[in-house]
């Protein structure tokens, strides 16, 4: 069933939901507005100072911070779609959104001066909060800006509203607010923990719904007519992915952020991997067409697996995070298999490729790719007898250059790396191993 019709939720979690018309997402919405400034957080207030810990307490206004930036940003970073969309079903339903979105901002602002004291007015409130905010959060929504100031500059290009559909309904919402939400949801049912808020979050979570529908089902269209628009949704999100993995990164990489509610990383990691795949997938976007889904093996092992290996990238430094890398062994095992995974992808555009690939870093043990071997494409430690192409450079620069940090032209041209071999075999590189 693609609406549930006791909470009026959509199905956005399962890849075979069928689609529901613009003019029904509407009317749903006709149907359940409901009011942020009536909802009572007179027990939240209580439980707020009575039910919870510091470190909870912590925690939580992590979380809003998220949210209450992000709901006052979706709200202004909107209206540019709806002068880029052409049907009237579209506008309005765009049009329900924002004050749905609005209406989210005026949730969150209410809870956090009412229940946590925090902040006067909307912007005292919004500037006190954003003092939480992290650099992949930040990343994130400077480039929604972005996207959205491009799109109200050309409303008639395609390719820049399929770019911003996949920013802001497939990443932001469809991704890191679903499972915010959801994390925020369960563990409020869970534990009967803040009565007001757990309504409020449940009622902003269907309307979040109808949203992520709309622009699963508007991104389809485009993708299915346009391998423009294709190209551009791939191209954004090969671009945000790696910061919206340090959204769900607490400050200082302290996870006791996340464990503080009984959740482990990898949970938060796997359910947002998860999420995000299904979406594209109904959007007409294969996980094997997305560089940066590619690297975390999302087009061969389950979200679990692949939430590991994003763990240990961020942890590493490598993605999600300004940090500089720290190249731990787990932190090179997490960066081989990427780069295992990505030779494997690229593999089929080479077939007769057979060659060996060293790396020597100054400051950490060497390793080597196998490509062409049976079986698929080997990384192993040591150094290998007759390497086709050796690169030399500190561990971290490698970290750097793998995270898109630093870029290869510029490393080789300062020196910061260094190749030797076959050089001419150098140049398919960028083919053969795409950053
Ligand atoms: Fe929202
Ligand atoms: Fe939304």
Redesign the pocket.
């Given at each position: 069933m693609a609406i549930d019709t006791t909470t009026g939720m959509i199905d956005i979690d399962s890849e075979a939901a069928p689609t529901v018309e613009q003019d029904r997402l509407y009317r749903l919405w006709e149907e359940g507005n409901w009011s942020a400034k009536s909802l009572d957080f007179s027990q939240d207030a209580v439980q707020w100072r009575e039910g919870l810990d510091d470190s909870q307490r912590r925690a939580f206004l992590w979380n809003y911070a998220l949210f209450l930036d992000g709901e006052e940003s979706?709200t202004v970073t909107l209206n540019p779609f709806m002068q880029a969309v052409q049907r009237y079903e579209d506008r309005i339903f765009l049009a329900t959104?924002i004050a749905?979105?609005a209406r989210?901002h005026v949730f969150f602002d209410r809870f956090l001066r009412e229940v946590a004291g925090i902040g006067t007015s909307y912007a005292e409130t919004l500037d006190i909060m954003r003092q939480g905010l992290t650099w992949g959060y930040n990343q994130v929504f400077t480039e929604l800006d972005r996207v959205a100031d491009q799109l109200r500059l050309h409303p008639d290009r395609p390719p820049l509203l399929a770019q911003g559909l996949a920013i802001y309904h497939l990443v932001v919402?469809g991704m890191l607010?679903h499972t915010g939400q959801h994390f925020m949801r369960d563990y409020c049912t869970k534990h009967t923990m803040l009565p007001g808020f757990a309504t409020g979050i449940n009622l902003v979570a269907r309307?979040?719904s109808r949203?992520i529908a709309f622009g699963i089902q508007t991104l389809r269209e485009l993708v299915a007519n346009s391998a423009d628009c294709k190209r551009a949704a791939i191209a954004e999100l090969n671009k945000v992915l790696p910061w919206a993995a340090g959204v769900f990164t607490p400050p200082n990489l302290d996870w006791s952020y996340i464990e503080a509610f009984g959740y482990t990383p990898a949970e938060v990691f796997a359910f947002g991997l998860r999420s995000v795949v299904t979406k594209l997938r109904r959007a007409g976007i294969a996980p094997d067409e997305v560089l940066a889904l590619v690297k975390l093996g999302a087009h061969r092992t389950p979200p679990a697996e692949q939430a590991q290996l994003a763990l240990a990238l961020v942890e590493g430094g490598i993605i999600g995070t300004a940090a500089p890398p720290r190249m731990t062994a787990a932190t090179l095992d997490a960066l081989f298999t990427a780069t295992r995974y990505v030779a494997d992808w690229t593999q089929p555009r080479h077939p007769d490729l057979d060659a060996t690939i060293q790396w020597l870093f100054d400051d950490a043990p060497p390793r080597y790719l196998v490509l062409g071997a049976t079986g698929g494409t080997q990384v192993v430690q040591g150094r290998a007898a007759t390497p086709r192409l050796t690169l030399r450079c500190t561990a971290a620069d490698w970290g750097r250059i793998a995270g898109g940090r630093l870029n290869q032209q510029q490393a080789l041209l300062s020196r910061r790396l260094r190749l030797s071999g076959d050089l001419r075999f150098a140049l398919r590189l960028p083919q053969i191993l795409p950053v």
């Amino acid at each position: 069933m693609a609406i549930d019709t006791t909470t009026g939720m959509i199905d956005i979690d399962s890849e075979a939901a069928p689609t529901v018309e613009q003019d029904r997402l509407y009317r749903l919405w006709e149907e359940g507005n409901w009011s942020a400034k009536s909802l009572d957080f007179s027990q939240d207030a209580v439980q707020w100072r009575e039910g919870l810990d510091d470190s909870q307490r912590r925690a939580f206004l992590w979380n809003y911070a998220l949210f209450l930036d992000g709901e006052e940003s979706v709200t202004v970073t909107l209206n540019p779609f709806m002068q880029a969309v052409q049907r009237y079903e579209d506008r309005i339903f765009l049009a329900t959104q924002i004050a749905d979105e609005a209406r989210h901002h005026v949730f969150f602002d209410r809870f956090l001066r009412e229940v946590a004291g925090i902040g006067t007015s909307y912007a005292e409130t919004l500037d006190i909060m954003r003092q939480g905010l992290t650099w992949g959060y930040n990343q994130v929504f400077t480039e929604l800006d972005r996207v959205a100031d491009q799109l109200r500059l050309h409303p008639d290009r395609p390719p820049l509203l399929a770019q911003g559909l996949a920013i802001y309904h497939l990443v932001v919402e469809g991704m890191l607010a679903h499972t915010g939400q959801h994390f925020m949801r369960d563990y409020c049912t869970k534990h009967t923990m803040l009565p007001g808020f757990a309504t409020g979050i449940n009622l902003v979570a269907r309307d979040e719904s109808r949203h992520i529908a709309f622009g699963i089902q508007t991104l389809r269209e485009l993708v299915a007519n346009s391998a423009d628009c294709k190209r551009a949704a791939i191209a954004e999100l090969n671009k945000v992915l790696p910061w919206a993995a340090g959204v769900f990164t607490p400050p200082n990489l302290d996870w006791s952020y996340i464990e503080a509610f009984g959740y482990t990383p990898a949970e938060v990691f796997a359910f947002g991997l998860r999420s995000v795949v299904t979406k594209l997938r109904r959007a007409g976007i294969a996980p094997d067409e997305v560089l940066a889904l590619v690297k975390l093996g999302a087009h061969r092992t389950p979200p679990a697996e692949q939430a590991q290996l994003a763990l240990a990238l961020v942890e590493g430094g490598i993605i999600g995070t300004a940090a500089p890398p720290r190249m731990t062994a787990a932190t090179l095992d997490a960066l081989f298999t990427a780069t295992r995974y990505v030779a494997d992808w690229t593999q089929p555009r080479h077939p007769d490729l057979d060659a060996t690939i060293q790396w020597l870093f100054d400051d950490a043990p060497p390793r080597y790719l196998v490509l062409g071997a049976t079986g698929g494409t080997q990384v192993v430690q040591g150094r290998a007898a007759t390497p086709r192409l050796t690169l030399r450079c500190t561990a971290a620069d490698w970290g750097r250059i793998a995270g898109g940090r630093l870029n290869q032209q510029q490393a080789l041209l300062s020196r910061r790396l260094r190749l030797s071999g076959d050089l001419r075999f150098a140049l398919r590189l960028p083919q053969i191993l795409p950053v």
